[in-house]
Each structure stands twice: as C-alpha cells, then as structure tokens.
C-alpha cells in the first residue's frame, strides 16, 4: 500500500472513530451530529442562509430544512 493510500485509510479510521464518540455523547441530550453541527454554525453566524448553513454542515439544502424544523420543535433554535 502506497503511504498517500494508507494515510487515507488512518485518517478515513480517525474520522469514524470520532463521529462514533461523538454520537455516543450526543445521544445524551438527544442531539444527532448534523444538529450539534448546525447549532455550531447558528451560534457563529446567526444570519447564516440556509444554503450556506447545509454547505457548512455537508448536507443539502433539503436535508438542512428537516434538521432545522426538528430543532426548532425541540426548542433549541
């Protein structure tokens, strides 16, 4: 294995180990990581659009939608 591929796949293992760490704190406040991530981003720019809200969250601007309903139905925006 080339060291540009094995470093793909170390950080490709980071990346996974970390967004289940992450899932596993966040289920504690019934939060999923595309919430926490969109809160993240409100609380830095509170006048984001919701286009540049999903580019910065990595979901499309539908999926941004439903993640932004579902927190305001919670309370949380």
Known sequence: ?????????????SQQALRAQMDKALSKYNTTLPQYAALSALEVNAGI???DLARACFVTPQTMI???QNLEEEGLI
């Open 1 to 13: 294995m080339s060291e540009n591929k094995r470093l793909g796949y170390l950080l490709k293992q």
């Open 49 to 51: 659009s919701n286009a």
């Open 66 to 68: 439903r993640i932004i």
